[in-house]
């Protein structure tokens, strides 16, 4: 997905650039992603592509162009002081007001549908923050917003829902300042705030080496969610994921399968690792090695579901009786014949109104035990009892603790 640059008239006279991502349907919300003090680097583009992605249509601003219009610097040497001798320059009253322009010009868009959030990183999460204060917005996400004194002043209030994600080993965000933040506002439900531990500065930027996956992923759905909260699009992602497993399960049709799902997407079966990365590898596993491959009988009885903001966690009992070789769940392992009861739970992450990926979990060792593979006979393992506990709480516990009956309830 390529976005276009676009010109916005300042209302205090001359243009500026914007980068500007559609979504693929044509119109949606509108969102403002404001830079770092890099300029609207590759990495931002890709930013903005990405929440076009999800639905957005994407305003990315050139900050600094007052200054040195369409800026793009590295992060290191040079560059890096030049980098930081403009954000640290910069008139944020000014930046502010022309964040206000931004959002003029993308209410104009008749693809641009519904509220405007806004979104920055490091200057531009700060940014953010005063664009909220200054109510041009209707939600805003700021991810380490350095400096925020510049901009959130005594007495000021945030008056629509913000989200700060921070990083706990953040050197330009001191754990002082965090938690001053979070009594500020600790009586405000709109506001959350959150800090990752072993995270530093720009963990959410993926074209930064200081990118850390896992929280940046985290960090990712608790953005979203403020945004479909309060300026949408919603998606039935339930609805999303029953059509999914129709394909899989209903038609078996791999094709079809494939267009439920982003066009980079990965399926990974964590006990085992199988699955795929990107279109056409995983469509020959779907197509070779788990469609075809799903015993006759198989089966999943519902036990809960989570719906998120882009993700959905499904737990089930799987059935089913082994009468053929499961490539994904027992590769190279001949049929036995014997019936089998797990628990199951898929993690699937929506891009949009597309799967993006699926972490899929069960217990291998029961499987096994199961079939009569592995002899349980001396080791911290079960069989069909892990099914069964999970339809009957009530079944006794601790049962593979040899020292469970000297304990007490004291």
Not at 12 to 26: H, I, N, Q, S
Not at 59 to 79: C, I, K, N, T, Y
Not at 87 to 96: I, R, S
Request: hydrophobic residues 40%.
């Amino acid at each position: 997905m390529a976005g276009e640059w676009i010109d916005i008239q300042a209302a205090d006279g001359g243009t500026f650039g914007a980068y500007l991502a559609r979504p693929e349907k044509g119109s949606g919300p509108g969102l403002v992603l404001l830079q770092e003090i890099f300029g609207v680097t590759e990495d931002i583009r890709a930013i903005a592509d990405m929440y076009a992605e999800e639905g957005y249509v994407v305003a990315a601003p050139d900050v600094f162009w007052r200054a040195e219009p369409r800026l793009e610097l590295s992060h290191g040497g040079e560059d890096m002081k030049r980098a930081m001798a403009l954000g640290q320059g910069l008139d944020d009253a000014q930046a502010v007001a022309d964040i206000a322009d931004v959002v003029a010009a993308l209410k104009a868009l008749d693809c641009c549908k519904g509220g405007i959030g806004i979104m920055g990183q490091c200057m531009g999460g700060r940014l953010a923050v005063g664009a909220a204060v200054a109510g041009h917005v209707d939600c805003a996400v700021a991810y380490y917003p350095v400096g925020l004194n510049r901009v959130l002043k005594d007495g000021d209030d945030i008056p629509v829902p913000a989200v700060f994600h921070i990083g706990a080993e953040d050197p330009f965000m001191g754990q002082d300042e965090v938690k001053a933040l979070a009594e500020r506002f600790a009586g405000n439900h709109q506001i959350e705030i959150y800090s990752y531990p072993e995270a530093g500065h720009a963990f959410a930027n993926p074209g930064r080496d200081t990118f850390i996956k896992a929280p940046a992923d985290m960090a990712y759905s608790r953005s979203l969610a403020v945004l479909r909260k309060v300026i949408g699009p919603w998606y039935d992602l339930n609805a999303l994921w029953e059509a999914h497993r129709a394909c899989e399960f209903e038609t078996r049709d791999a094709d079809e399968t494939m267009k439920t799902m982003v066009a980079e997407p990965y399926v990974n079966h964590i006990p085992t690792l199988t699955g795929g990365t990107g279109q056409k590898l995983l469509r020959r596993f779907y197509a070779n090695h788990f469609i075809p491959k799903n015993p006759a009988d198989i089966k999943g009885i519902p036990i809960s579901r989570t719906v998120g903001a882009d993700r959905v966690v499904n737990e089930v009992i799987l059935c089913f009786t082994h009468d053929t070789m499961m490539d994904w769940m027992l590769p190279g392992v001949e049929p036995t014949g014997k019936y089998v009861e797990i628990p199951f739970v898929s993690v699937i992450h929506f891009r949009g109104d597309k799967l993006y990926n699926e972490h899929i979990y069960w217990d291998q060792a029961s499987v096994l035990v199961q079939l009569g593979l592995l002899n349980p006979e001396g080791l911290p393992i079960t069989g069909v009892a892990t099914a069964k506990k999970v339809f009957d709480p009530g079944l006794p516990s601790n049962e593979l603790m040899p020292n469970w009956p000297e304990s007490t309830d004291e």
